[in-house]
T-cell receptor, first 114, second 113 residues
Framework: DAGITQSPRYKITETGRQVTLMCHQTWSHSYMFWYRQDLGHGLRLIYYSAAADITDKGEVPDGYVVSRSKTENFPLTLESATRSQTSVYFC?????????????FGSGTRLTVV | DAKTTQPPSMDCAEGRAANLPCNHSTISGNEYVYWYRQIHSQGPQYIIHGLKNNETNEMASLIITEDRKSSTLILPHATLRDTAVYYCIVRAVNTGTASKLTFGTGTRLQVTL
């Protein structure tokens, strides 16, 4: 199916564990983004990517690693999870063409670090 | 990207028009006004965007003032399903670099019976 999908939807992990959140889009959009949203707060940008093999930091990148070997995938890795990384994570993609409709977001991954 | 100012919350009766204001007094000439909404626990959803002309689609209308320093999102006949947080964002497009969406705290719209 066309669209942007995130997996898993829910994840519980222990402090210090490595965990990877997956994001896959089928439109071949050049740009992809990772946001986190904490309870009662807006979305904050973690990392973004302009194309395969091109990534850059957002507002809150510490503790996260990203890669983009293929245009359609943009995984987010927490190398050593901490309780402060408990959050809902949203992936988005964008086509930066004229008249584009901005970002399309996935359904989110709810991560709990215990 | 320019910053925006929105009221934290608004109420609207079902069936009535919901008018959500947004101030963006420092908007630049190449920045568009985008509106998104986030229904509880879901990913943000694109609603509409515009540069300087008023825009309308099947979801809403966007009215941008002539000086482009403010705008209003209009939901013509609000329903309970329109209860959500609405984000107004200004964003440059086609700059050759990733023009990131920066979310503020938005307006929480509560539609009531």
């Amino acid at each position: 199916d066309a669209g942007i999908t995130q997996s898993p939807r829910y994840k519980i992990t222990e402090t210090g564990r490595q965990v990877t959140l997956m994001c896959h889009q089928t439109w071949s959009h050049s740009y992809m983004f990772w946001y986190r949203q904490d309870l009662g707060h807006g979305l904050r940008l973690i990392y973004y990517s302009a194309a395969a093999d091109i990534t850059d930091k957002g507002e809150v990148p510490d503790g996260y690693v990203v890669s983009r070997s293929k245009t359609e995938n943009f995984p987010l890795t927490l190398e050593s999870a901490t309780r402060s990384q408990t959050s809902v994570y949203f992936c988005a993609s964008s086509d930066e063409s004229v008249g584009n409709y901005g970002y399309t977001f996935g359904s989110g991954t709810r991560l709990t670090v215990v | 990207d320019a910053k925006t100012t929105q009221p934290p919350s608004m109420d609207c009766a079902e069936g009535r028009a919901a008018n959500l204001p947004c101030n963006h007094s420092t908007i630049s000439g190449n920045e568009y006004v985008y509106w998104y909404r986030q229904i509880h626990s879901q990913g943000p959803q694109y609603i509409i965007h515009g540069l300087k002309n008023n825009e309308t689609n099947e979801m809403a209308s966007l009215i941008i003032t002539e000086d482009r320093k403010s705008s209003t999102l209009i939901l013509p006949h609000a329903t309970l399903r329109d209860t959500a947080v609405y984000y107004c964002i200004v964003r440059a497009v086609n700059t050759g670099t990733a023009s990131k969406l920066t979310f503020g705290t938005g307006t929480r719209l509560q539609v009531t019976l």
